[in-house]
Structures are given as C-alpha cells and as structure tokens.
C-alpha cells in the first residue's frame, strides 16, 4: 500500500476493517458461530451453512478482545466462551444460550435460554476451556492449584480437580462416550518429553500410550466417532507426524511421506459414522495447506487452494473438534499476504469452494496491500555488525527463512532534492525488521494488519524465521533451547544485513526493529546487542529481566517455555544474567519506545518498567534517549478495534517523529 496523506484516517480505517475469529461449526454442522467485530466490537454471530444467512445474537456479553475460542454444547442449544477482566487472561468460563433454528433477538431468559449469559466456572487463576460432556459436565484446564491442571464442573455446580502434575497438562479430549479422557503431560526425567494419556473422566486410572521415543512431543488430537482410536501427533521423527492410535492394539498408523511438518485436525466421518479419513495440516516454507488422508491406503491429497495460509476450523464437541460442516463439507479460513482471511465450505468431492464470510477491505482496495517475498539466506548466528553485548562465536550455519514486503518507496534523483532537509523523503525506503513472537511460532504468507499498517506508512517490513521457529522440525527449535539472545538474534540482524545488501532503494540510515512479546524480547536485544544497526526501536510487551519474569510469570510460562527452553534461575544463573537486555541497557544508543499492557499476565509489565528505571539510571531522561506508554484495560494484545486504533496511533507518532517517511 503507497503512503497515504491522511495517516489519522488511514489508520482508523486500517484497524476498524472487520475482522472474525474462532469459527466454530454446531453439533449438526447446520451453523456456524464465529466472533465477528463489524458493528465496531467483538460479538458473537451465527451463520445458518444452507443460506449463508448471518445474524449476531451477542450486545456486549462476549469479550471485546477476541483471544480465547468458544465451543458449543453437545445439545447446539449453548455456546461456552472464556472471559477475562481487561485481557489479563485469568478466564472464567461463560456460557450464551442460542437456539440456531429460531433465536430471533438477544432478550434475557431463563437458565440456558436464547439470549442468556452466565458464569459457570469462576476459578483462580487462568482457566481455559477443553470440552463439554452430553450431561454438562465442563472440563478445563485451571491453575486455580498452581500449576495447569485439569479440573471438571459436574452438572450440580461442584467443581473437583482431576490431575495433579507438577507439570503442565496440554490439552483434554473427551472421549465419545463421556467415559475416558485423554491429555498430554511428562513425566519422563527428559523435560523436552510429552507423553500422552488416557485416564478415567474423572482422571482416576492414567496410562501412558507408547508414541514415539522417550525426548519427543506427543499430543491427542481428537477421539475416533467409535471412541477406540485416537488422531496424535509426535516429532520423534523430527518432523511432526500424524498418527492414528488404536487403543485396543496400542499400536500407530502413521501417515505422510515425512517430507513436511505436518499437524492433525480430526477425523471425517462417513455416511455411516465412521471415520473412514482424517484432515491435517501441511507446512511447506512459509505456506499451509490442508491435505486429507484416506485411512484405509494411507494416500493422502492436498486440496485445491491457492497459496497463502488455508486451515481448517474448528467445531463439534470442543473447541477444537471437527471441521465439518453440512454435506460433508470442511470449514476452511483462507488468507494469503495481500488478501484478508475469508472463512470458506469446501466440497472434498467437487473441490468447489462456497464463501461463508467474505473480506471486508472497507476504503480499500485489495490491490492497496502488498503481497510478501518469501527467501532464504545463509546465517551462522554472527552478523558482520558489531555484537555489543555479548561475543558469539560462529554456530552452526542454516538457511534461514524470511519474508519481505516492499513499501514502493523508491529514492528521489539527486536533481529532485532542494535541500538536506529533504534527505529523508529522497532516501527510499526505511526498514522495520520484525522479529515474531513466541520464539515457538513462525511468520507465514497470511494476512497481517500491523505489517499492512506499517507499508501504509511507508516501512518496507522484514520478518524471520530465526532458528527456534516451528515449520521446520523438532531440532530446528531446539537450536534455541539454552541460547536466548544467542543465534537466532544473529539470524534477525543477518537478515537485515541481507536485504540492505540486497536493495539499494532501502535506507540504512532508517532501519527499525519492532516486535512483541518474544519478539519484543528481540527488539530489546537488537538494540543492546547490535547498537549499530538500528536507528530505532519499538519493544512491544517484551522480555527484559529473564530472572524476574521466571518469579512473574504464570506458572505454566515458567515450566513450559522458561525452564523447558533455558532451564532455572537456579540452575542457570550466569544465562538468565547474559541473556537479559537490562543487563546491558547501557548499550542503547538509538532512540527506543517501550509499550506494555498494564494487566498482561504472560509478560508482566514489570519487565517494561524495570528496563525504563535502568534507563534512567544511566542518566537517560524519558522522552529525549526513550519514550515510555502503558496501555490501561490491556493484556498481552488485543484484537479489539478501539485499542488497535491506541497503538497503531502511538506507533505512527514515535516512527514519525523518530524516523519520519515524510
């Protein structure tokens, strides 16, 4: 998209496209319930799959920050969502009583009726919600206890836990009878192993089932229509795998040529009821593309989509369950770079495709958003630029993934240029190196708002998938375990490197690096690390002091990411010192905006204020060498319009201030 004049309007119009989340298919695959935010707010909506009638059944009773999904009750005639105070995400769990057929208006009834919301899990801590038996029991997870462990609401309102590990449990399925739960925790004396369980519904009776080798991660995905075999996945392999567990023979079938990372959906059922296929996901570079497999031959089909980023929704049973619609048709989101996610109905026998929900550009044309340049560069973790902080030697050299996106902006010829005030707009483009987060996720060829917001802006945007990405295998991630701040922020600051090199249209003498969460903890890096580089920097509800986040964060952050991915304080002292940039915030030379949601549990805002006082500390006056925003009624981000307007409006300010395109 060119820069527009206007940047007020743009930006409001930018962040008030509508956007839907959680599409979520009914028990009898008649409906579809999804969060959509048109009339300005998240809300709830149904679209009837035979008519594509939508209506939205919610006025305020849903959260404005769309995180967290939503299921339906076995019975279609509820729907049970997670609610939080502010987006700390310390979710109790709701329930909405809508009746698909024939809800006509929102109006309050009684327990369970159309239009009736209420609480039904109000616990401690984080809950999160996992799936909902035929007699209303709910089970989720909590860690009302401590740790994340599974905790189930009986009809009568008792709640009672049903596992207590001192790791975390992942996940719950709910077996078709209502008898047997399966999960995933570890219990192995290797703390990168995650077995999977089967154990009685009321968690009495645990085994542990045989897939893969001791190291790996296993999960369930989903229960057999017949309750005798289970759709997993493991990376024993390296890369992912599907997998059917036959309970009865404790045996796998595993599926794939183990050419790609791959990850289970569900089972599809034929006329009769049985599951005769089941659906995954492929990751092939940068891309996703749903692949069926027939279960009896083992052949397997990607299905006619374009490229860019297609996966199935979830429905059925519990938030993730099956992705059946009416007809046997799969509900599929579809997005690729420079087109916005549409929610789709694929026929497997046709392969033709019906919309469910179109893109709304607003003022825009889609021609306006521009599409993405996937590449690979050599990178052994050491930049040429100068490492400030901490001295790497070379690691282990790997092609690393990247996407680029080109903002049009070119340098204007010598003749054009009236003065040295005029440098900036005759220089090209600005970069923003944009590091993602997790570290475990990865950037890939959809759709994103905030990259389209800064190529409005006139930012060319560069994203890595640095070593400890997913896509890429089991020991692709693991590269980072025990080397934050080592080489994968080699890789981020090679890739700047690279396309500097690459593109003499773009500024080096504007280059920005912009991230959240782990990628705020990147941004914070790059700029103590690799001074030289940046001429700017947004750390967006980033990590800053890695010991005080262990004692901060929620206990399954502390397990799972912290102690799985660099141990303990205790264990690891010197690493948790090195490889916090507030040890070396010193090193700050380019000016800096720190922005942290005041009620974020995952990363406390602690880590924002903590780094701010070192700064000045050190003498730096807020304002001047760095400029400091907490974002009230706000968690770890948020989808919602009003405080996507909030930051996109901060974040054009600091850029246009600090590194103006103008």
């Known amino acids: ?247 009865e023979s404790d045996e796998v079938t595993w599926y794939g040529t183990g050419e790609y990372e791959e990850a289970p959906v569900a089972f599809l059922e034929d006329d009769a009821g049985s599951a005769d296929r089941i659906v995954a996901v492929r990751t092939r ?86 599409d993405a340049e996937y590449f690979r560069f050599e990178s052994d973790g050491v930049p040429e630029t100068r490492q400030a902080a901490v001295e790497h030697d070379p690691y282990e050299e790997f092609e690393i993934g990247a996407l680029f996106y080109d903002s049009g902006e070119r340098p204007s010829p010598p003749s054009d240029r009236e003065s040295d005030e005029d440098r900036s707009a005759s220089n090209g483009s600005p970069l923003i190196v944009n590091p993602h987060g997790g570290p475990r996720a990865a950037d890939t060829l959809s759709f994103d708002l905030y990259t389209q917001f800064l190529l409005s802006q006139g930012y060319s945007v560069l994203q890595i998938n640095y070593r400890g990405s997913t896509g890429r295998g089991r020991s692709f991630v693991e590269e980072l375990y025990d080397d934050w701040g080592g080489a994968e922020q080699g890789d981020v600051a090679t890739a700047a490197e690279t396309v500097l090199d690459r593109y003499d249209w773009l500024d080096d003498d504007r280059v920005v690096v912009f991230g959240g969460s782990y990628g705020g903890y990147s941004s914070y890096w790059q700029l103590v690390q690799y001074p030289d580089l940046y001429d700017a920097g947004i750390a967006w509800i980033g990590l800053t002091d890695l010991e005080v986040m262990y004692e901060e964060t929620m206990p399954h952050f502390k397990t799972e990411l912290l102690e799985k991915n660099i141990g303990t304080p205790e264990d690891n002292p010197e690493l948790y010192r090195e490889r916090s940039p507030i040890e070396y915030a010193e090193n700050l030379s380019a000016p800096a905006l720190l922005v942290h949601g005041v009620n974020d549990r995952r990363v406390p805002v602690s880590q924002a204020r903590l780094f701010r006082d070192r700064l000045e500390e050190l003498g730096h006056e807020e304002g001047d060498a760095f400029e400091y925003v907490e974002l009230g009624e706000e968690g770890h981000a948020s989808s919602d319009i009003d405080q996507k307007i909030r930051l996109f409006e901060i974040l054009a300010d600091f850029l246009d201030r600090r590194v103006s395109t103008a």
């Open 285 to 370: 570079r940068a891309a996703k593309v749903p692949v069926v497999y027939d279960l009896e031959s083992g052949d397997g089909r990607e299905l006619e989509v374009p490229e860019g980023v297609t996966i199935p929704a979830g429905g059925g049973r519990g938030s993730d369950g099956s992705p059946t619609i009416a007809d046997g048709r799969l509900l599929l989101t579809h997005t690729t770079p420079d087109r916005r996610p549409e929610l789709l109905a694929y026929d497997l026998d046709s392969d033709e495709t019906a919309v469910l929900l179109e893109a709304e550009y607003g003022p825009f044309d889609p021609a306006d958003f521009a």
């Open 1 to 247: 998209m060119s820069q527009q004049t206007d940047t007020e309007d743009v930006l409001e119009s930018l962040a008030s496209l509508p956007s839907f989340h959680h599409p979520t298919a009914s028990p009898d695959g008649e409906t579809v319930a999804v969060y959509y935010d048109d009339t300005g707010r998240n809300e709830l909506h149904l679209i009837d799959v035979e008519s594509g009638e939508r209506r939205v059944v919610t006025d305020g009773e849903v959260p404005r920050n769309a995180r967290w999904p939503m299921a339906w009750g076995p019975d279609g005639e509820r729907i049970y969502y997670h609610q939080d105070e502010g987006g700390n995400e310390q979710n109790d769990v709701w329930r909405f009583g809508v009746d698909a057929k024939a809800l006509e208006s929102n109006a309050g009834g009684a327990d369970g009726d159309a239009g009736a919301a209420e609480p039904v899990v109000e616990m401690d801590g984080q809950v999160s919600l996992q799936d909902v038996a035929d007699d209303g029991t709910i089970y989720v997870g909590s860690t009302a206890g401590g740790q994340m462990n599974l905790y189930r609401r009986l009809p009568d309102g008792e709640i009672e836990q049903i596992t207590e590990y001192e790791r975390a449990v992942f996940g719950c399925e709910l077996s078709p009878d209502g008898e047997r739960i399966a999960y995933g925790t570890n219990e192995a004396e290797d703390y990168n192993n995650v077995d999977v369980y089967v154990a009685d519904a009321d968690g009495s009776n645990p085994r542990t089932l045989d897939i893969g080798e001791v190291g790996a991660e296993a999960s369930a995905v989903e229960w057999g229509p017949d309750g005798d075999r289970l759709l997993v996945t493991d990376n024993s392999t390296d890369l992912s795998r599907v997998g059917v567990y036959d309970l």
